[in-house]
């Protein structure tokens, strides 16, 4: 639907002043998507171009049809979210479902010195790492990251693994199993843990686990995201 058939159905269901909300949250979203494109370019990097779940047809996991595609995290979004966000100096970033590796270099550019990536493509992880590495050859940073190259289920989250992200990369089966293996790294490793839940479709499953409490709820730019605390 283009944008000035959406306006048009604002005006019909909404009235003035929902038109106008309907206008600035499409405009917020323009704009976003125009700083998405930039972000390569001022990097060198190539991370902007989705990624069908069909396409991925080097995914052995059991799981493949669990998935969702590769889109890139929203740079402003993303960032607008972290300016509110505050963390321990040594915090890990983990994206579950990092594909091409944006939110790494997101996350890089908010202050963390380590980041970890998860993904069951083996071709969107190397993809990452060659992102990675030009982002980090292009701002001279010192940043530590890895890329695994495995189901998500089947990842050992380490004990300074605390801030997780998920862009809704799987369906609620797959995220409830992830839960449980965060819970026993929370029981080897007590901590402090944040979840980030970008397109939060399966919230359900975290909320039904009362141990996590919502700290923050944010729709910006079009784009919404839960965060949950828990402390071991």
């Given at each position: 639907m283009n944008i000035f058939l959406r306006i048009a159905n604002g005006?019909?269901?909404?009235?003035?002043?929902?038109?106008?909300?309907?206008?600035?949250?499409?405009?917020?979203?323009?704009?976003?998507?125009?700083?998405?494109?930039?972000?390569?370019?001022?990097?060198?990097?190539?991370?902007?171009?989705?990624?069908?779940?069909?396409?991925?047809?080097?995914?052995?996991?059991?799981?493949?049809?669990?998935?969702?595609?590769?889109?890139?995290?929203?740079?402003?979004?993303?960032?607008?979210?972290?300016?509110?966000?505050?963390?321990?100096?040594?915090?890990?970033?983990?994206?579950?479902?990092?594909?091409?590796?944006?939110?790494?270099?997101?996350?890089?550019?908010?202050?963390?010195?380590?980041?970890?990536g998860i993904d069951f493509s083996p071709s969107l992880c190397d993809a990452a790492r060659d992102n990675l590495g030009i982002f980090q050859q292009k701002t001279d940073s010192e940043i530590t990251f890895e890329v695994h190259a495995l189901d998500a289920t089947e990842y050992s989250f380490a004990d300074a693994d605390n801030v997780i992200y998920f862009y809704n990369p799987f369906d609620a089966t797959v995220l409830d199993k992830v839960l449980d293996q965060l819970e026993v790294s929370l029981k080897s490793?007590?901590?402090?843990?944040?979840?980030?839940?970008?397109?939060?479709?399966?919230?359900?499953?975290?909320?039904?686990?009362?141990?996590y409490t919502p700290t923050l709820h944010q729709k910006n730019g079009g784009y919404e995201f839960l965060v949950f605390e828990r402390t071991v």
């Open positions: 005006l019909k269901k909404r009235g003035a002043l929902g038109s106008i909300q309907l206008l600035h949250e499409i405009t917020s979203i323009g704009f976003g998507r125009a700083f998405d494109w930039v972000f390569d370019i001022k990097y060198g990097t190539k991370t902007f171009r989705w990624t069908e779940l069909d396409a991925m047809h080097d995914v052995r996991s059991e799981n493949h049809a669990r998935g969702i595609r590769y889109e890139p995290t929203h740079q402003r979004p993303f960032h607008n979210l972290m300016r509110q966000l505050q963390f321990p100096p040594d915090s890990v970033f983990v994206d579950i479902g990092c594909g091409k590796g944006r939110a790494l270099i997101l996350a890089a550019e908010c202050g963390f010195s380590r980041v970890v490793a007590p901590r402090t843990i944040w979840l980030i839940y970008h397109n939060p479709l399966w919230r359900d499953v975290i909320a039904a686990r009362d141990a």
